[in-house]
């Protein structure tokens, strides 16, 4: 049973370009989760995605955008790199509106380096 | 302005003795507690977890404590294991599936032989 995929799993960009991640949820989950982990911090809520609309948000730009499809994938793009954008971008994903929903199950992440 | 706060950045303990993370938080809203463990080049893994109605959960070696009204939680590993060793994450949660998951940075436990 695979666990949360992501790709790519390590990527370089530039200041200004734009970068997409993706992501393929646990088998049955139909939740996904983005999170930035910068060096050092715990990882920091980007947003949610449920039936293909974002739910919440936390504190990040516009320029942090996403996606889900109808197989449950996602999708996290990231426009107009700024160097603090470099992290390690976690994606997770669960089951709605069960007991266990705050239980993520976690993918090992796309680390994004902006020069 | 961190909600959720693990002071100690790093913790060493002697295999088979006690290892106890502990974690603070400041918002009174949250309900639910998580601990994760985290392995270099790994994502994030599931260890425990609490809601607010609980003051104890015990699940094997791990035992997660809370006290509400100090707004402190701390997590027991007993016996300590070499493969304890990685970065625990404390993570609280306000609402279910409402709020993502606060994370606080992280305790990185070693277990010496």
């Known amino acids: 049973d695979a666990g949360v995929t992501q790709s790519p799993t390590h990527l370089i960009k530039t200041r200004g370009q734009q970068v997409t991640l993706r992501c393929s949820p646990k088998?049955?989950?139909?939740?996904v989760s983005w999170y930035q982990q910068a060096l050092g911090q715990g990882p920091q809520f980007i947003f949610q995605?449920?039936?293909?609309?974002?739910?919440q948000r936390g504190n990040f730009p516009d320029r942090f955008s996403g996606h889900q499809f109808p197989n449950y994938s996602s999708e996290l793009n990231v426009n107009a790199l700024l160097l603090g954008d470099s992290a390690l971008y976690l994606c997770?994903?669960?089951?709605?509106?069960?007991?266990?929903?705050?239980?993520?199950?976690f993918g090992a992440g796309s680390r994004l380096t902006v020069l | 302005d961190q909600q959720v706060k693990q002071n100690s950045p790093s913790l060493s303990v002697q295999e088979g003795r006690i290892s106890i993370l502990n974690c603070d938080y400041t918002?009174?809203?949250?309900?639910?507690f998580l601990w994760y463990k985290k392995y270099p080049a790994e994502g994030p893994t599931f260890l425990i977890s609490i809601s607010s109605i609980k003051d104890k959960n015990e699940d094997g070696r791990f035992t997660v404590f809370l006290n509400k009204s100090a707004k402190h939680l701390s997590l027991h590993i007993v016996p300590s294991q070499p493969g304890d060793s990685a970065v625990y994450f404390c993570a609280a949660s306000a609402n279910l599936n409402r709020d993502g998951l606060t994370f606080g940075k992280g305790t990185h436990l070693i277990i010496q032989p």
């Open positions: 995605y449920y039936e293909e609309e974002e739910r």
């Open positions: 088998s049955g989950h139909d939740t």
């Open positions: 997770a994903s669960t089951v709605w509106g069960t007991a266990g929903a705050n239980v993520l199950t």
């Open positions: 918002n009174s809203m949250f309900d639910y």
